[in-house]
Structure formats: structure tokens, C-alpha cells
């Protein structure tokens, strides 16, 4: 698979919570995961199933992209046999090189034991230079934000993910990561690629309640409107959503996509991702299409839904 050219088509997948939260001792159901447990039980474990992602395995070949980026919620409570299981689900998506992935709240449901939760989807996870190799990975949330190059477009991962208190399902990049990305940001704009920064929790509110948002989410458009990206985009609200934030040289899109595995207890939340073609105008400009994808529950295959320009 080259990724050197344009048009460049990159696939958005969000929430797809591929796993069964079946802990392997009670022990592990402690605070927070007990209450996330008891919901999978009533309500989550029949809303996203595995017949929707073999679906979704099945559409993302002939949905023609070159790379997928997922912006988290790979688990439900972010148990070790959950992020284990989700690695194999990575796995059936693509191989590490052609997927980026970024952590979502409910991967960092509750503290880990471990210095780093998310090792088992490290290769999803690393930086990679222009020639797809791995770039010095950090451990746990120090390897963020992360940057792929692949020819003219670059994967810029952050993760807002933070173990919260109960009820709470806020995001949280922290100084450290933003003043990284920054860095990353304005480096990747002086080489003129096209900049794809992907998140779990939106950078502003989108009909989210006050304990579902990103709690430094001004101070990420500050970096945003400071050093700029071309397209931003996010998950965690399991709906469609089209805003603008300011960037240095114009709006910058940030879009974001329902569960990619849910069945819907609403039409508006069956699950959907996108699909966008990235190229450049008679101009020299980048110019950004999109394709929706959406699950039909008539025919359990996923098919085109609607299209326009960002």
C-alpha cells in the first residue's frame, strides 16, 4: 500500500467497545468499573454487537482507504482481558502501519496497575517516520500526542484519556501534551502536510453535558488556533457532529462520528463512520470530501448514506 500520493482516502471510526467487560476476578469490578459492569449488563451489551463490527470488517476494503484512524473506546471498562480482546479486533482491521488508534475514556475507565494499560496495542499506537517505521514509543499517556507521516497527510494522535471519578466521563490532555503537540503542530504545517489531529473527547462542547467534556478543551483550541490543522477529528458523543474552530489561517473542521458498532436505540445513533478523500484543487490548496457509511439493520451491511465537501 503506497501512501505517497493524492487523493488520499482515510476512514474515521469512534467507540467501537469491541469487548466483553468480563472480569476475570471480583476484585477487578472495584469503584468505578463496578457501576460501568452493571451498565454493560443493562443496556451497552445489546446496543453495540459483534455482528455490526463483522459488518463493519467486512465494508472498510470496499470503502477504498488507504488508513483507518479510531479516536478510542475500544473496551467498555478498560480491563486487561478488555484491551486484550480489542488488540485481536485491531488486528482484524488492519495491520498496525495502515490503523492509528488513540485511547477513549472508557479505556482509562479506572487507575491501572500498570505503567502502561494500552501496551498491547503499542504498534497502534507509536509514532511512524515517512517509511512506516517506529518511531521511540513513550509508556502509558507519555507517548501522546503521536504523529504519522504518511506522504502529504499526517496522523496527529492525542489522547484525552483519563481515569475519572464515578459518573464522570471528562477528558483531559494536561500541559505537558499540549505544549507537545503544539510543537508537533506548527513542525508539521512548516513541511506542508496536511494535518489530521485525532481525539477522543471533542474540543468543544457538542450537545455533551458538563461531566462527559473536555476539561482543557479552550486550551486545546488556543494550540489549535496558534498552530493550526486542517481537519480535527473526535468521537465520545455516539452522534454526527459538523463545527468549525478558529485556526491561523482560516476555520479548521472538526467532525465527529457516531459508534461505529452500535445498533441504534435511535436512528441518529446506528452506526456510521466516514470516510474522507484529502487532494488538492486546480489552486494547489487541499480540498477535503466526505462519504458516510452507514450500518442498514435490513440487509446487517453497512452501505453509503450521504456525501458532501468540509
Known sequence: MSNGSLPFRLAHLSDLHATSAAPRRASEL????????????????????????????????????RHVAISGDMTHIGLPSEIAEAARWLARIGPPEAVSLVPGNHDAYAPSATADPWAPWGPYLDSRDAAGLAIGPGVGADRFPTARRLGPVAIVGASSA???????????????????????LRALGDEGAFRVLV??????????????????????????????????????????????????????????????????????????????????GADGRFTVSYEVRGFDPATRRFAHEGEGVL
Open 30 to 65: 472495584a469503584s468505578k468499573r463496578l457501576l460501568g459492569w452493571l451498565s454493560w449488563m443493562r443496556k451497552r451489551r445489546f446496543e453495540h454487537m459483534g455482528f455490526v463490527l463483522e459488518a463493519l470488517i467486512e465494508d472498510l476494503p470496499a470503502s477504498g482507504a
Open 199 to 280: 481525539v477522543h473527547h471533542p474540543p468543544l462542547p457538542v450537545g455533551q453535558s458538563r461531566r462527559r467534556q473536555l476539561d482543557d478543551a479552550a486550551a486545546l483550541r488556543a494550540v489549535l488556533a496558534r498552530s493550526g490543522a486542517e481537519l480535527v477529528l473526535h468521537g465520545h458523543t455516539h452522534r454526527t457532529s459538523f463545527a468549525e474552530i478558529p485556526g491561523p489561517a482560516g476555520p479548521i473542521p472538526v467532525v465527529g462520528v457516531p459508534s461505529s458498532s452500535s445498533i441504534g436505540t435511535k436512528p441518529e445513533r446506528r452506526a456510521r463512520y466516514h470516510v474522507y478523500c484529502i487532494d488538492r
Open 162 to 184: 483519563r481515569a475519572t471519578l464515578p459518573l464522570l466521563a471528562t477528558g483531559r490532555l494536561g500541559d505537558a501534551q499540549r505544549e507537545r503537540l503544539a510543537s508537533v
